[in-house]
């Protein structure tokens, strides 16, 4: 006989389906992928500063996110969509979508929100955004929309994705084409991590890791961060690729943003 109370039983959460969904279409998407180590010692020290000075914690994601908005405005093929007739369709506006963990159904769950113009919202105004979907995340949109979105069949969901997705002024009302994940908060170290290649461009945002490093032609202790920068090869080539790249980690080193907000 089995003896029970050698395992339980959970349900998955129903927010587990949208992961389940974006593995099923990304199957077919030819991605390249960039590992990336930058320096953000200075990024890090303004951000301690601004905490022992007004005792508010920015949040590190939303510098990320600041960042990347900064530098697909400079390099927008990076973010294009392709429709039914094989056209890009390149926005002005720059969305992203991240994903946060929140109470969903009891549980903490990761819920997806899409920043909306990112571009031309400041780096305060995105963490004030970010905050607000960490503290009410039952008021975003986005959650609203998944409640019942993800209680369909799976072949309903997919044949909605598969429409949407061909209409890009459709898709954009629900998700965006470019994903930051944040895996480095789960642990400390450095680290990579590959996602799931269902969006023209992704960013996963690894660990932080502390080593020797030249700066200002002397050898010194850096803070270091690993970025997955992964794009959809059937989008973006090579070459542009590379110069979003090397914008995306200039605003980066450079601490974009945080020297007015830090002071």
Known sequence: ?????????????????????????????????????????????????????????????????????????????????????????????????????????????????????????????????????????????????????????AFLRRAFYWAVMKVPQRFRDISSPVMVTAVGMFGTGGGWAITMPNFTLNVAVGGISKKPGVHEGEIAIREYLDLTVSFDHDIVDGAPAARFTQTFRKLLEDAHGLRELAG
Request: charged fraction near 30%; glycine fraction near 4%; include cysteine.
């Open 1 to 153: 006989m089995s003896d029970e109370r050698a395992y339980h039983v959970e349900r998955i959460p129903p927010m587990r389906r949208f992961a389940f969904d974006a593995g099923y279409l990304g199957r077919r998407r030819h991605i390249v992928h960039g590992l990336i180590e930058v320096d953000v010692t200075d990024a890090r020290e303004l951000i301690r500063r601004h905490e022992q000075k007004t005792g508010e914690k920015l949040s590190f994601t939303a510098f990320i996110i600041t960042c990347l908005s900064r530098a697909i405005e400079d390099h927008p093929r990076v973010h294009a969509y392709r429709d039914w007739r094989n056209r890009l369709i390149i926005y002005r506006d720059v969305n992203i979508t991240s994903m946060f963990e929140v109470e969903f159904s009891g549980k903490k769950t990761p819920m997806p929100h899409v920043f909306r113009a990112a571009n031309q919202k400041s780096l305060r105004q995105i963490h004030g955004e970010l905050r607000d979907v960490q503290r009410k995340p039952q008021t975003s949109g986005e959650s609203s929309f998944m409640r019942w979105f993800l209680f369909l069949p």
